[in-house]
């Protein structure tokens, strides 16, 4: 009884370990600046809205230049004087995460 209880603890231990080793590959695929984008973005953009507008059916963003445009809208509008490389980094991460164009 004793052995097939530390059995489960091995596996749930195998099991977690087994998941963050997933997320670990989710963030390497991420280019650096996207890195950088995801600290910006989690830092700065999630007052007004979460990353589940990125993904609504009824997004109103068609294309990266469009994100872009986006991004520093929004920045602007939250006051935050961001430079072309970090509005630059933000949209390469929203890009790379939800909207994936081309
Ligand atoms: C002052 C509030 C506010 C802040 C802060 C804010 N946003 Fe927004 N954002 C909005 C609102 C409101 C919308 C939805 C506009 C609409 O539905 O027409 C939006 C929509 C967006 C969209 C389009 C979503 C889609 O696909 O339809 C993007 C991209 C975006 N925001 C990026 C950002 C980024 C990047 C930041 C951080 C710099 C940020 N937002 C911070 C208010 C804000």
Known sequence: MKQSVSLIMIGAALMLC???AR?????????TGAKR?????????TRCHDTSVHTRPNSIIHSLDALKKRVRFCETNARLKWSD???EDVTVWLNETFYKFK
């Open 18 to 20: 087994g998941s963050l």
């Open 23 to 31: 997320a670990a590959d989710a963030s390497t695929l991420l280019s």
């Open 37 to 45: 984008g995801e600290a910006l973005y989690q830092a700065n953009c």
């Open 85 to 87: 490389e970090q509005v």
